[in-house]
Nanobody
Framework: QVQLVESGGGSVQAGGSLTLSCAASGLTASRYCLAWFRQAPGKERERVATVTPEGGMYYVPSVKGRFTISQENFKYIMALQMILLKPEDTAMYYC??????????????YGQGTQVTVSS
């Protein structure tokens, strides 16, 4: 069973930066899809960045150019570098893995989340 643990969240001022990391255990599939999701209070969970099994990287338009997703190979399987943060980026951020490799929203397993708060 896949278990994911996020770290790196915190509070920053607008324009600042943070890097989130994701550690995983039980990830034995040879192909898997990784993603970062976020959920702000009162809003639906939103996928912000994806790494496909083929290495393709995709971003929601609101973070493109500011967020960079990367796949790691050691202690952490994935990171999300965030720059030029805006108050609207405030949310709980979740690391997610899909061991089927489909990247379909319904197939992801999530971590517990790490809070990112951006003040103006």
């Amino acid at each position: 069973q896949v278990q994911l643990v996020e770290s790196g969240g915190g509070s920053v001022q607008a324009g600042g930066s943070l890097t989130l990391s994701c550690a995983a255990s039980g990830l034995t599939a040879s192909r898997y899809c990784l993603a970062w999701f976020r959920q702000a209070p009162g809003k639906e969970r939103e996928r912000v960045a994806t790494v496909t099994p083929e290495g393709g990287m995709y971003y929601v338009p609101s973070v493109k150019g500011r967020f960079t997703i990367s796949q790691e190979n050691f202690k952490y399987i994935m990171a999300l570098q965030m720059i030029l943060l805006k108050p609207e980026d405030t949310a709980m951020y979740y690391c997610a893995a899909d061991v089927s490799g489909s990247c379909h929203a319904s197939r992801f397993t999530y971590g517990q989340g790490t809070q990112v708060t951006v003040s103006s």
